[in-house]
Nanobody, 125 residues
Framework: QVQLVESGGGLVQPGDALRLSCAVS????????EAWFRQAPGKDREFVAA????????YYAGSVKGRFTISRDNAKNTLYLQMNSLKPEDTAVYYC??????????????????WGQGTQVTVSS
């Protein structure tokens, strides 16, 4: 069973940066694609970014492209999300997710089998 634990959330001001981490318990010898999603109060969970197993393929939602960077360190079993130029509309609970193999669509929450518990990011002056 794969377990994911997020960390790094907090309260920041508009324009600040924040880096989220997601510790993955084990990859059990399989190839995993991983992603970040977020959910704001009263809204559906939405895709933020995804990354392939080697890290060479990355995908972003239009709302964060150019500001956020997803990366991974397989030796450390850790997924990252570097968030720059944060805006109040980035306020949400951020979740990391993982799936063994290559689903048809990496930007759909239903494609992912494993989820973390979430970490709160609040952007406010």
């Amino acid at each position: 069973q794969v377990q994911l634990v997020e960390s790094g959330g907090g309260l920041v001001q508009p324009g600040d940066a924040l880096r989220l981490s997601c510790a993955v318990s084990q990859h059990t010898g399989k190839i995993y694609n991983e992603a970040w999603f977020r959910q704001a109060p009263g809204k559906d969970r939405e895709f933020v970014a995804a990354i392939g197993w080697t890290g060479s393929s990355t995908y972003y939602a239009g709302s964060v492209k150019g500001r956020f960077t997803i990366s991974r360190d397989n030796a450390k079993n850790t997924l990252y999300l570097q968030m720059n130029s944060l805006k109040p509309e980035d306020t949400a609970v951020y979740y990391c997710a993982a799936v063994a193999g290559s689903p048809r669509s990496l930007n759909v929450s239903a494609a992912y089998s494993y989820w973390g518990q979430g970490t709160q990011v609040t952007v406010s002056s």
